[in-house]
């Protein structure tokens, strides 16, 4: 079977050639060179699908919705960029099917100077997540009759969530997610977390080809799987630990997690989504998987994750308008608004 990992490669471009038009330039070169890849990568692609789907269980996923109470849970968060300070918003709330009720707890808030926004983008992407747990478990605590509920993300996590934002956010994130998992398994309530465009490189680990391809687990299982179907479950614990070295974080999550790839649409560019779930929800593994494939209405995303998704999402427009709230204010409090001018370039829609 041909390697596909591959080299990185440099078009060499003739120096004081004239260009007479660069988009035109550009169009060429991306046509040429991404056409050039698929056609030269497209065999051994086809014998590693070919040989994956000759290797692996896979099963067939059934629609159908074996649950009659599920929620589904997400997260948010937003940015105002003002030119003092950057604020960020995070939020999560759970839908519920079919009733159709939110729930939610208390938005939090932060900001940070401009010389922190690496540490604030770390710092925010591991609270939002805090706060999805953490707002699930409040749900289930509220409402242990549930029978499904679906995370909008991981409970695999992966190494660079050890490196993110600071320690006692870290700690956090691993209480929140320990909680959950423990009232769920304490009131029988299954628990999955969705991935909807993974990135990881689990399954290439568990089946020791690190070293054979580059390619992430959600584009091969693209090439392998076809639409209904799921794989066998994998343990990503295991898997980093034949590549690499388990994070600390992951050792953290008190039970074990389980993961499995499933094809839930026909789109050519919708690649499978990864399921994960702990280990006391294997018995329901069936259940779980044909409900996220019998709900897929849209985009292959089960449809709890979905609307989860719609209620929580703040649109710029929202946030321009509480921008014109604020200016409103401080200019009759105060009347220092130019300590609320946006961010060079962001004026646009924060409507200054």
């Not at 090439?223 to 209904?228: A, E, R, W, Y």
């Amino acid at each position: 079977m041909q390697i596909l990992r591959e080299k990185v490669e440099e078009e060499v471009v003739e120096v004081g050639k004239p260009l007479h038009n660069l988009c035109l330039a550009i169009r060429d070169l991306l046509l040429e060179r991404v056409s050039a890849d698929v056609e030269r990568s497209s065999p051994a692609i086809a014998e590693l699908a070919e040989k994956l789907r000759d290797d692996l269980t896979l099963y067939t996923m059934g629609k159908r919705e074996p649950y009659s109470f599920v929620a589904g849970a997400d997260a948010g968060s937003q940015i105002l960029p003002l030119a003092s300070r950057r604020y960020a918003v995070i939020s999560a709330l759970v839908y519920t099917l079919p009733a159709g009720s939110r729930h939610f707890l208390q938005p939090e808030s932060m900001s940070f100077p401009y010389s922190d926004v690496p540490e604030m983008n770390g710092v925010v992407n591991v609270r939002r997540e805090a706060k999805l747990f953490e707002t699930a478990l409040h749900f289930v605590k509220g409402h242990p009759d549930v029978e499904l509920l679906l995370v909008d993300g991981p409970l695999a996590f992966s190494n660079w969530w050890s490196m993110a934002g600071r320690e006692e956010d870290r700690r956090r994130l691993i209480s929140a997610v320990n909680g959950l998992l423990d009232m769920c398994r304490e009131e029988g309530v299954a628990v999955a977390g969705i991935v909807k465009r993974p990135s990881a490189r689990y399954l290439v680990y568990d089946l020791g080809l690190q070293n054979q391809t580059d390619l992430p687990d959600s584009f091969l299982m693209l090439q392998t799987l076809k639409v209904g179907e799921r794989t066998d479950i994998f343990s990503p614990r295991s898997a980093i630990r034949k590549a690499v070295r388990v994070s600390p974080f992951m050792d953290a999550l008190e039970s074990p997690i389980y993961s499995f790839y499933a094809r839930t649409s026909n789109e050519w560019s919708i690649p499978p989504i990864r399921i994960d779930a702990p280990a006391f929800c294997l018995g329901e593994l069936g259940e779980i998987a044909d409900y996220c494939y019998g709900s897929s209405f849209w985009e292959g995303i089960p449809l709890p994750i979905v609307k989860a998704d719609e209620e929580v999402k703040v649109s710029k427009r929202f946030i321009s308008g509480v921008y014109g709230d604020i200016v409103g204010r401080v200019s009759r409090s105060s009347g220092e608004i130019s300590h609320l001018a946006p961010y060079w370039g962001e004026g646009g829609w924060l409507g200054a």
